[in-house]
């Protein structure tokens, strides 16, 4: 039985060089597997495009599996670093700004790097990242919740629960094909973002009397 590939840092930076090393082979990480694909990186690519020796590379890193993690793990958190700016911004917001904003936001996210939110999309199985990727979710879903709570009282359903997750589930997975695998009815942003939002808030609010 082959040996699971280690994923995770043998050491963390703590000086600004051994920092600037590790962000210089994570960000080659990236560009390699934009580039390339993922069957063509290799530790001796990643580390001749950051500009560092195999050896340094084998101190911090144990494995191109442990890279590629670690770039999910940098994507992710610019992510979640956005979604919880804009969380806080609307916390005041009626229902249908709030959710215009955060469909915009979600195709700003996907948006950061589409080429490679889309490879990483594809790795994060096999570099054993769901657990982080669902943990991540569940924020984002307790922080919706929060902010429907508020606003318990214009609302049409009742299990806060299912509605955070409807709601947080359906913008993710609206935006996230529609930015990485677009179509011809998919190009016009506003379009989306318009109809995506009246989908959510229908679903959220009871209809005008």
Do not use: W
Request: with cysteine.
């Amino acid at each position: 039985m082959a040996r699971k590939p280690l994923t995770n840092p043998r050491k963390q930076a703590s000086q600004a060089r051994s920092r600037a090393t590790v962000d210089a082979l994570v960000e080659a990480t990236a560009r390699i597997l934009v580039r390339d694909g993922y069957d063509k990186a290799s530790t001796n690519r990643i580390a001749d495009l950051a500009g560092v020796s195999i050896g340094s590379l084998y101190q911090y890193y144990p494995s191109k599996e442990a890279l590629v993690a670690a770039v999910i793990d940098r994507h992710n958190r610019q992510i979640m670093r956005r979604v919880r700016t804009v969380l806080t911004e609307i916390a005041s917001q009626p229902i249908e700004r709030a959710v215009r904003r955060l469909v915009a936001v979600a195709i700003e996210a996907h948006r950061i790097d589409p080429r490679l939110h889309r490879v990483l999309a594809e790795q994060i199985p096999r570099v054993g990242r769901l657990e982080n990727v669902e943990a991540l979710n569940r924020e984002g879903h307790a922080l919706f919740r929060g902010y429907l709570e508020s606003r318990r009282d214009e609302l049409r359903v009742r299990d806060l629960d299912l509605a955070a997750f409807m709601c947080a589930t359906s913008i993710e997975t609206l935006t996230h094909t529609a930015v990485l695998y677009p179509t011809e009815i998919l190009q016009d942003a506003e379009m989306l973002i318009d109809e995506t939002a009246r989908l959510i808030t229908g679903y959220l609010q009871p209809p005008p009397a």
